[in-house]
């Protein structure tokens, strides 16, 4: 079984509040963020509000949150 790093999408939207995320999110940016370590694999959650229009890459989306990511104009993208 796969250990997952999960992070909500609410917490994604309080970094774009902050200025800290602008369009893009991917590993690296979550490393920097100390969201999570280069060695993690990450799962978004749907869990939270998502009003930004983001391009998201990461290991794994929940339904809900790929479904959230799309409805704000945004991408997931799987790696």
Do not use: M, P, W
């Not at 590993?27 to 060695?39: C, F, H, M, P, R």
């Not at 790929?66 to 991408?75: D, L, R, S, V």
Request: hydrophobic share 40%; net charge positive.
């Amino acid at each position: 079984r796969k250990e997952y790093v999960g992070i909500n999408l609410g917490r994604i939207q309080e970094l774009v509040d902050n200025g800290k995320i602008t369009d893009k999110v991917d590993l690296e940016t979550l490393v920097q963020l100390n969201l999570a370590k280069k060695s993690d694999l990450v799962k978004i959650l749907g869990g939270g509000e998502l009003k930004s229009k983001l391009k998201i890459s990461v290991h794994k989306f929940t339904a809900s949150a790929k479904a959230a990511i799309e409805a704000a104009g945004g991408e997931a993208v799987t790696l």
